[in-house]
Every structure is written in structure tokens, then in C-alpha cells.
């Protein structure tokens, strides 16, 4: 296939966009660059306090860990760090809204960046929708608490079994109304401006902040430290006799069973390790910050500080509230939506319940509005290069955002969440950023190799173990996902039909394969310059 780059057949799909050009891009971006290192810490902390401390902990502790999730999370911050230090490196010399998309499109080709697009519309798109799904089950309860009665058929996805306090089945969904609701005024936040968008998220935060310390600091005081002990309960079923135990043989078969998703034995060291790789998905969030590069005021520092800062925020966080939430509930207890409205109760403060369920109303709030936020400026990004229809990089006069993107993004979002199940939706949301997280690990090795010269405001340490550990952890975890036959079928399949896409119309469309490069825009209008990849811009050279 022949284009205006000069490049034909199978090496089209490995052109690739230069640093330069990519940084030229972020020069000539239309986007109001409004936010600095503190609004990229809270943002950060907006996306990854929400689901993982509300939710995830009690089934964590519960089916694997027990009182070890408190280990569980010493070793997934750990790992997710290694991934944070390639994305804070990435977002400091590549401060563009594309994110890991346009980081690929730098090392690999657009025939990958195209793939890295599909995997974070998984990443954020559903994953906003699995949040939403949080969100509707503090807010029903919240609304029992005040005499308001949500039908509950109208509470859950089709065919979705609705349980009372019980357990008992009282219904089957039909829509999810509450999901899709909350998710429609997210998507009209983010139309009117990133700018409130960013205000309403940081007081969003400051009170989810305030819930969450409230909690570890009343609670510690119906803490009973014999529910601390033993640190790591014994493995259930025991093995055989004669099953050599030392550590390094459990770990060893920990690791075996994540990789081949078999969860046939909990706690011990192996339910740990398995805890670790179940609260990973916790801490999905920290790089939403790495797609807002075009609207930071100075990526090169605010960028690293924005990711990192929240994550180490979030990471202490997220220990100190497992070490509370199981010193006041027996872990075997923990399994429930809402295990930290259950300890709550558990002290007896029927007032602190609610306001840990409005906390939890907030936190899972800004997670949507950051998820959605990122999605559509990948979108956007993915639009100035041809590779979407150009109406998806259109921006509102008066607003300043990608407005129709930012309608298509939550429309889509609004109906996965009211009509697939959170089984479903957080396994494939999963799958998306465990894929875009490896390739964002590669990316950083590639142009070390490759760029050499490219200036990095901040560079990976312990370079090249910390990428290489990084990729290597996100392949496992991978691994794990994609042993549930329907989880692999649907993500194999969703590849195929994307990459058809691609060959449709992506790589025919492409501004980067016609020659074009994309430069300031007309008012109203996607932004380029008529001028040819290879040629300097008019007025230059």
C-alpha cells in the first residue's frame, strides 16, 4: 500500500512518529493548559481511592490474604511503582494527551498504537462503567438509609440477581439506572470544562480524603490485635504431607497459580501473593495523570510529581485502612460490597456509616470523572492523527473540550454500565490496562535504545531492571485473566474485529501516512499544517 510518506506494504504499519514531531504537536495543542503538580496529585488520587479501599480490601482479605492483604499491599504498590517510575518518565519527555498511546506510536509503530488505543478504551471506558456499578450500590443503600427505595430491578444489569442484607435474592436486574445516571452528569462535567472539572474533582477528593483518615483514626480504636494474629493464616486445603513448605517453594506455587488462574487454595503465603494480584486492580489510576500532558502547565516536573506523588499517597493509604478494617472485623467476614460500612457498624456508629457511604459516593465519583477524562483525550489525540474521524478532535468554542468525543465516550460508557455485569466489566477493564502497562514498560527500554539524546526531565532509576520487572509483572497478572475461557475469548475477539478496523480505515486515513503533520488548527476545527512529514512547517527552515 502506497502513501505520501514513501513507506509501502507490511512497514506501513511500523512508521512511526518522531519525538520531535510528537513534541512539536504538544507545542501547537489547542487544549488550555490549566493544571499543575497539585491538581495532577489530586487527580491521581481522585482516579485510585475509590474501588480498591471501598470494595476490593474486604474481598481481598476475605478469599486470600487475611490479615496479610496488609502485606498484599506493600507488594502491589511496590510493582505498580516500577510501572509508575516508566510513566513518569514517558509523560516528562512526551507531555501529550495520547498518554501510552502516543508513547507506542514513538517506539513502535502505529500499527501498535493503534492496538495500545483498543487496550486503554478497555482500560478507561469500562472500567469508568465498572466503577459506576460501585457507585449505584453505595447510593441505593444510602438512599434505604433515608427511607428512599430504589426498585430493585432497576438497580442491576439484565439478568443480574439482586440479594437483600441476607443474602436472600429479591430480584433480577433490568437496567442499572443509578450507573448510567451518574455517569451522564460526569460526561456534562466534562464537557463544561476541564478547568471545574479539575475544582469539582479536588473537593470531590478532599472529602473522600476526609472519610478515609476519619476512619483509620476513629477506628484504630476498636481495633482488637488478636484479629492480627496469625499475620498469614494457614493455607486452605492444606497440602499433602511430605509438600515441601519453605518459603520459596510457596512462593513459587503462588506465582504458578496466578499465572494459571488457580485459586483452589487460599491464605498461607500463596493467598498473599494471589491477595497482591487481586488488589493490583486497586491502583489502576495513577497513570490517568500521564493523559492530561497537554493541559499541564510544566509536564516535565508536574508530571513525575502528579504520578508518583499520588501513588505513594494512595499506597499508605491503602495499608493503614486494611490494617483497621481487619483489626475491627474478622477477615472470613469481609466478603460484601461494602466491607468498611460493615465495620463501621461493627463499632456501633450507625451516624459514621453513612458518612463512610457518602465518602464512598464521592471517592467512586471522581474515579468516573477521571477514567471518562482520560478516555477522551486518548480519543482526541487518536482523532488529530486520522486514525478516528476527525469529529471526535472537534472542540467547543466556548468550553474548550472535545465536546462530541466526550458525548460518544459517555453515551458508550452509560450503556455498559447499564447493561453488563461488574463480573464482566472489571475482568476486561482489567485485561486492557494489565496489556497497556507492558507495552508502556517496552516503550521506555525502545527509546532509550532508540532516543538516546531525548531529554528526560525524569528518568527511570535502576534502569533497565526497573521497566524489565515492571513488564514482566503485568504478563503474569496478564496470564491469570486470560485463563477464564470468557474473559480470553472476548478480549481475543474485541483484537480482531479492532485490528479489521485498522485496516478498514485507520490506515488509510492516517495523517502520518498521507504525509501530513498535525500543527495548530483553525478556529473550531482539528488542528494541522499542510506541510509533509520531512519538510519543516511554513515560516521555518
Same mark, same amino acid.
Given at each position: 500500500?502506497?502513501?505520501?510518506?514513501?513507506?509501502?506494504?507490511?512497514?506501513?504499519?511500523?512508521?512511526?512518529?518522531?519525538?520531535?514531531?510528537?513534541?512539536?504537536?504538544?507545542?501547537?495543542?489547542?487544549?488550555?493548559?490549566?493544571?499543575?503538580?497539585?491538581?495532577?496529585?489530586?487527580?491521581?488520587?481522585?482516579?485510585?481511592?475509590?474501588?480498591?479501599?471501598?470494595?476490593?480490601?474486604?474481598? *481481598?482479605?476475605?478469599?486470600?490474604?487475611?490479615?496479610?492483604?496488609?502485606?498484599?499491599?506493600?507488594?502491589? #504498590?511496590?510493582?505498580?511503582?516500577?510501572?509508575?517510575?516508566?510513566?513518569?518518565?514517558?509523560?516528562?519527555?512526551?507531555?501529550?494527551?495520547?498518554?501510552?498511546?502516543?508513547? %507506542?506510536?514513538?517506539?513502535?509503530?502505529?500499527?501498535?498504537?493503534?492496538?495500545?488505543?483498543?487496550?486503554?478504551?478497555?482500560?478507561?471506558?469500562?472500567?469508568?462503567?465498572?466503577?459506576?456499578?460501585?457507585?449505584?450500590?453505595?447510593?441505593?443503600?444510602?438512599?434505604?438509609?433515608?427511607?428512599?427505595?430504589?426498585?430493585?430491578?432497576?438497580?442491576?444489569?439484565?439478568?443480574?440477581?439482586?440479594?437483600?442484607?441476607?443474602?436472600?435474592?429479591?430480584?433480577?436486574?433490568?437496567?442499572?439506572?443509578?450507573?448510567?445516571?451518574?455517569?451522564?452528569?460526569?460526561?456534562?462535567?466534562?464537557?463544561?470544562? &476541564? @478547568?471545574?472539572?479539575?475544582?469539582?474533582?479536588?473537593?470531590?477528593?478532599?472529602?473522600?480524603?476526609?472519610?478515609?483518615?476519619?476512619?483509620?483514626?476513629?477506628?484504630?480504636?476498636?481495633?482488637?490485635? @488478636?484479629?492480627?494474629?496469625?499475620?498469614?493464616?494457614?493455607?486452605?486445603?492444606?497440602?499433602?504431607?511430605?509438600?515441601?513448605?519453605?518459603?520459596?517453594?510457596?512462593?513459587?506455587?503462588?506465582? %504458578?497459580?496466578?499465572?494459571?488462574?488457580?485459586?483452589?487454595?487460599?491464605? #498461607?503465603?500463596?493467598?498473599?501473593?494471589?491477595?497482591?494480584?487481586?488488589?493490583?486492580? +486497586?491502583?489502576?489510576?495513577?497513570?490517568?495523570?500521564? /493523559? *492530561?500532558?497537554?493541559?499541564?502547565?510544566?509536564?516535565?516536573?508536574?508530571?513525575?510529581?502528579?504520578?508518583?506523588?499520588?501513588?505513594?499517597?494512595?499506597?499508605?493509604?491503602?495499608?493503614?485502612?486494611?490494617?483497621?478494617? &481487619?483489626?475491627?472485623?474478622?477477615?472470613?467476614?469481609?466478603?460484601?460490597?461494602?466491607?468498611?460500612?460493615?465495620?463501621?457498624?461493627?463499632? #456501633?456508629?450507625?451516624?459514621?456509616?453513612?458518612?463512610?457511604?457518602?465518602?464512598?459516593?464521592?471517592?467512586?465519583?471522581?474515579?468516573?470523572?477521571?477514567?471518562?477524562?482520560?478516555? /477522551?483525550?486518548?480519543?482526541?489525540?487518536?482523532?488529530?492523527?486520522?486514525?478516528?474521524?476527525?469529529?471526535?478532535?472537534?472542540?467547543?468554542?466556548?468550553?474548550?473540550?472535545?465536546?462530541?468525543?466526550?458525548?460518544?465516550?459517555?453515551?458508550?460508557?452509560?450503556?455498559?454500565?447499564?447493561?453488563? @455485569?461488574?463480573?464482566?466489566?472489571?475482568?476486561?477493564?482489567?485485561? #486492557?490496562?494489565? +496489556?497497556?502497562?507492558?507495552?508502556?514498560?517496552?516503550?521506555?527500554?525502545?527509546?532509550?535504545?532508540?532516543?538516546?539524546?531525548?531529554?528526560?526531565?525524569?528518568?527511570?532509576?535502576?534502569?533497565?531492571?526497573?521497566?524489565?520487572?515492571?513488564?514482566?509483572?503485568?504478563?503474569?497478572?496478564?496470564?491469570?485473566?486470560?485463563? %477464564?475461557?470468557? %474473559?480470553?475469548?472476548?478480549?481475543?475477539?474485541?483484537?480482531?474485529?479492532?485490528?479489521?478496523?485498522?485496516?478498514?480505515?485507520?490506515?488509510?486515513?492516517?495523517?502520518?501516512?498521507?504525509?501530513?503533520?498535525?500543527?495548530?488548527?483553525?478556529?473550531?476545527?482539528?488542528?494541522?499544517?499542510?506541510?509533509?512529514?520531512?519538510?519543516?512547517?511554513?515560516?521555518?527552515?
Amino acid at each position: 500500500m502506497a502513501n505520501a510518506s514513501g513507506v509501502t506494504g507490511v512497514a506501513r504499519i511500523f512508521l512511526r512518529k518522531s519525538v520531535g514531531q510528537i513534541q512539536a504537536e504538544h507545542e501547537h495543542g489547542e487544549l488550555k493548559r490549566s493544571l499543575g503538580a497539585l491538581n495532577l496529585v489530586l487527580l491521581g488520587i481522585g482516579c485510585i481511592i475509590g474501588t480498591g479501599i471501598f470494595v476490593l480490601t474486604g474481598r *481481598a482479605a476475605a478469599q486470600f490474604a487475611g490479615p496479610g492483604i496488609m502485606i498484599s499491599f506493600v507488594i502491589t #504498590g511496590t510493582l505498580c511503582a516500577f510501572v509508575a517510575l516508566c510513566y513518569a518518565e514517558l509523560a516528562s519527555a512526551l507531555p501529550v494527551s495520547g498518554s501510552a498511546y502516543s508513547y %507506542t506510536y514513538a517506539s513502535m509503530g502505529e500499527g501498535a498504537a493503534w492496538v495500545m488505543g483498543l487496550l486503554l478504551l478497555l482500560e478507561y471506558g469500562l472500567a469508568a462503567s465498572t466503577v459506576s456499578l460501585g457507585w449505584s450500590g453505595y447510593f441505593v443503600s444510602l438512599m434505604k438509609d433515608i427511607g428512599v427505595i430504589i426498585p430493585p430491578e432497576f438497580t442491576a444489569a439484565p439478568g443480574v440477581a439482586v440479594k437483600d442484607a441476607a443474602g436472600a435474592i429479591i430480584a433480577t436486574g433490568v437496567v442499572n439506572l443509578p450507573a448510567m445516571f451518574i455517569l451522564a452528569l460526569a460526561t456534562l462535567l466534562l464537557i463544561r470544562g &476541564v @478547568s471545574e472539572s479539575a475544582t469539582v474533582n479536588n473537593i470531590i477528593v478532599a472529602i473522600k480524603l476526609t472519610v478515609v483518615i476519619a476512619f483509620i483514626v476513629i477506628g484504630i480504636k476498636y481495633v482488637h490485635p @488478636s484479629h492480627w494474629s496469625p499475620l498469614v493464616p494457614a493455607e486452605i486445603p492444606a497440602r499433602p504431607p511430605g509438600t515441601n513448605m519453605d518459603i520459596w517453594h510457596q512462593i513459587g506455587r503462588a506465582l %504458578t497459580g496466578v499465572i494459571t488462574g488457580d485459586t483452589s487454595h487460599k491464605y #498461607g503465603i500463596g493467598g498473599v501473593i494471589h491477595g497482591a494480584a487481586v488488589i493490583f486492580f +486497586a491502583y489502576l489510576g495513577f497513570e490517568a495523570v500521564s /493523559t *492530561a500532558g497537554a493541559e499541564a502547565r510544566n509536564p516535565g516536573k508536574d508530571m513525575p510529581i502528579g504520578i508518583l506523588g499520588a501513588l505513594v499517597i494512595c499506597t499508605v493509604l491503602y495499608i493503614m485502612t486494611s490494617a483497621v478494617l &481487619v483489626g475491627i472485623v474478622p477477615y472470613n467476614l469481609l466478603d460484601v460490597p461494602a466491607p468498611i460500612a460493615l465495620a463501621t457498624d461493627m463499632m #456501633g456508629l450507625k451516624w459514621f456509616s453513612v458518612v463512610v457511604k457518602i465518602g464512598a459516593i464521592a471517592g467512586l465519583s471522581s474515579v468516573m470523572l477521571v477514567l471518562l477524562y482520560g478516555q /477522551t483525550r486518548i480519543f482526541y489525540t487518536m482523532s488529530r492523527d486520522g486514525l478516528l474521524p476527525t469529529a471526535l478532535a472537534r472542540v467547543h468554542k466556548k468550553f474548550m473540550t472535545p465536546w462530541i468525543n466526550t458525548i460518544i465516550v459517555g453515551l458508550l460508557a452509560m450503556g455498559a454500565a447499564g447493561f453488563l @455485569s461488574l463480573d464482566a466489566l472489571s475482568d476486561l477493564s482489567n485485561v #486492557g490496562s494489565l +496489556a497497556a502497562f507492558a507495552l508502556v514498560c517496552i516503550t521506555v527500554i525502545y527509546l532509550r535504545i532508540s532516543e538516546p539524546g531525548l531529554t528526560r526531565p525524569f528518568r527511570t532509576p535502576l534502569y533497565p531492571v526497573v521497566p524489565v520487572l515492571g513488564a514482566i509483572m503485568c504478563v503474569v497478572l496478564l496470564m491469570s485473566l486470560m485463563s %477464564t475461557p470468557a %474473559t480470553r475469548n472476548f478480549f481475543l475477539g474485541y483484537l480482531v474485529v479492532g485490528i479489521v478496523v485498522y485496516f478498514v480505515y485507520g490506515i488509510r486515513a492516517s495523517k502520518l501516512g498521507r504525509g501530513i503533520v498535525v500543527g495548530p488548527p483553525a478556529e473550531g476545527e482539528p488542528r494541522e499544517l499542510p506541510h509533509r512529514v520531512g519538510e519543516p512547517p511554513a515560516g521555518q527552515g
